[in-house]
């Protein structure tokens, strides 16, 4: 099991920058690759990107490709999720999770940090 811990959420406007992190703790030698996760208000929980840590070969959704990028710091056992060109959109619940080597799902969950874009 991995300890997960979102940080760097917050309120901006349209057009701004954010860059969330994701540290790792607990049985993090178990864990092949991480994820970054949003809900909004009323809806099911969608998946943004994806990284291994051996490889770092990354999955983009449609909707962020070409303005989030993910990255990983395996010294620190930390995942990163910059998000540029924000869009009211983008609001949501940010959740960082990790999936075990040949899991079907991912199967470690952090509390998830609260991305605010205004208009």
């Known amino acids: 099991q991995v300890q997960l811990v979102e940080s760097g959420g917050g309120l901006v406007q349209a057009g701004g920058s954010l860059r969330l992190s994701c540290a790792a703790s607990?049985?993090?030698?178990?864990?092949?690759?991480m994820g970054w996760f949003r809900q909004a208000p009323g809806e099911e929980r969608d998946i943004v990107a994806t990284?291994?840590?051996?490889?770092?070969?990354?999955y983009y959704a449609d909707s962020v490709k070409g303005r989030f990028t993910i990255s990983r710091d395996n010294a620190k056992n930390t995942v990163y999720l910059q998000m540029n060109s924000l869009k009211p959109e983008d609001t949501a619940i940010y959740y960082c999770?990790?999936?075990?080597?040949?899991?079907?799902?991912?199967?470690?969950w952090g509390q998830g940090t609260q991305v605010t874009v205004s208009s």
């Open positions: 607990g049985r993090t030698f178990s864990s092949y690759a």
């Open positions: 990284i291994t840590w051996r490889t770092g070969s990354t």
């Open positions: 999770a990790s999936r075990r080597n040949g899991a079907r799902e991912f199967d470690s």
